[in-house]
Structure formats: structure tokens, C-alpha cells
């Protein structure tokens, strides 16, 4: 059963500052892996998708870098900003027409 | 294009009543997927249609619970005989079949459900 483990649960920055986020999953076998933003009360917004067969994804400030061997990702933000005070959660895909499972998110605070 | 959108946003109900959320996914979208979310946790899979087809069931899907996609677009989630347990964020979220690509799935705003 595979199961996503996200550190640290909270993070608070200084605007700014440029941070990691990490996820790490524990079966190799997916199929893509996404990034995602959740804002309080809010549904989620697909920030980055990455495929199995690629290293990393860029837009804008964030990029994210996926090691399937080591089942792990990071998402890097850079030049923080209180905006994107949010949560942020990864997920996982084992396989075209399976489900995504779900890691339980860091909560980011950038502070001013 | 509105993107995803559920109904109600917000329900409060009593302990044994029954509830049903209504979710139109983007209109080209095939894949319409249900999802579970409380607080401090990340979503859990409930189900997915492809089309008018619901080709997968989680677990935590009692039998309480049914879901149907009638002509292939919009969706609903029903619970019957509803527990506080019950009480949570649905999401639902759609996306194309997948491509060699891979496709990007999109969530709706969710409707949040509190049993009394």
C-alpha cells in the first residue's frame, strides 16, 4: 500500500527566503506525481505535475524535482512571498487509471 | 470554462438524515473522481467514473454511500442515514482520459459536510 509522508506538517519563513518542501513516497512504481495548493476552507489548485519519466518541472517561482528511485520529490519556492501562505500537499499516481493518494501537507506561513 | 463546481458548498445536517452533493466537472473532462478530506489530513480516494462507468471503489466507501454519473457529465455522492463520522470536505475533481503526458486533474471547491 503506498503511502506519502510530507516534512516538516508546518513551516514559518520570512518573506523572502527560499524554501524546500519534501515528499516521500514508499512504492517507486508511479506513474506522475503532483503538487498542489490548498488555501483554508478551499479545494486544491494543481500547481506542478511531474512524470515518471522526468527529473523536474518548473513554473514560475516553484520548481519540483522528483528521485523515483529514492521515492522522494521536493518543491522549491523561491523569493517567498505572504501570498503563498497556503497549504501544500503532494500526491501520487500508481498507474493511468488509478487514484491519486494523497500525503497530509505542509502548512506554509510567510511571514512579513 | 467555470472549472469544477460542487453544490452545496456548505451543508449542516442531523445525525440520520440523508445528504447528496452535486459536482459538474469541466465539460470536456471523462474523469470525474470523488474524494474525502478532514481536517489536518489530505484527500482520500472515494471513486472514479470514467464516463457514466464507476470503474473503482474505495473501501471507505460504505454501503451507506452511493455515487452515480447518469449520462456521463455531472455527478452526484449521496449518504444515507448520515453519522458524525460523516462529517468532512467532498471534493471532486475531473480530468481527461490519460495521454502518454499524463493529465493534470482539477478539483472543485469542495462541499463541506457537518453532522449534528
Known amino acids: 500500500k503506498q503511502e506519502v509522508t510530507q516534512i516538516p506538517a508546518a513551516l514559518s519563513v520570512p518573506e523572502g527566503e527560499n524554501l524546500v518542501l519534501n515528499c516521500s513516497f514508499t512504492?517507486?512504481?508511479?506513474?506522475?506525481l503532483q503538487w498542489f495548493r490548498q488555501d483554508p476552507g478551499k479545494g486544491l489548485t494543481s500547481l506542478l505535475l511531474?512524470?515518471?519519466?522526468?527529473r523536474e518541472q518548473t513554473s514560475g517561482r516553484l520548481n519540483a524535482s522528483l528521485d523515483k528511485s529514492s521515492g522522494r520529490s521536493t518543491l522549491y519556492i523561491a523569493a517567498s512571498q505572504p501570498g503563498d501562505s497556503a497549504t501544500y500537499l503532494c500526491?501520487?499516481?500508481?498507474?493511468?487509471?488509478?487514484?491519486?493518494?494523497f500525503g497530509t501537507g505542509t502548512r506554509l506561513q510567510v511571514t512579513l | 470554462d467555470t472549472g469544477v463546481s460542487q453544490n452545496p458548498r456548505h451543508k449542516i445536517t442531523k445525525r440520520g438524515q440523508n445528504v447528496t452533493f452535486r459536482c459538474d466537472p469541466i465539460s470536456e473532462h471523462n474523469r470525474l473522481y470523488w474524494y474525502r478530506q478532514t481536517l489536518g489530513q489530505g484527500p482520500e480516494f472515494l471513486t472514479y467514473?470514467?464516463?457514466?462507468?464507476?470503474?473503482?471503489k474505495s473501501r471507505l466507501l460504505s454501503d451507506r454511500f452511493s455515487a452515480e454519473r447518469p449520462k456521463g457529465s455531472f455527478s452526484t455522492l449521496e449518504i444515507q442515514r448520515t453519522e458524525q463520522g460523516d462529517s468532512a470536505m467532498y471534493l471532486c475533481?475531473?480530468?481527461?482520459?490519460?495521454?502518454?503526458?499524463?493529465?493534470?486533474?482539477?478539483f472543485g471547491e469542495g462541499s463541506w459536510l457537518t453532522v449534528v
Open positions: 512504492d517507486s512504481a508511479i506513474y506522475n
Open positions: 500526491a501520487v499516481k500508481a498507474g493511468t487509471a488509478s487514484k491519486l493518494t
Open positions: 511531474i512524470q515518471s519519466s522526468q
Open positions: 475533481a475531473s480530468s481527461l482520459k490519460e495521454r502518454s503526458s499524463g493529465n493534470t486533474i482539477y
Open positions: 467514473f470514467q464516463n457514466e462507468a464507476q470503474l473503482e
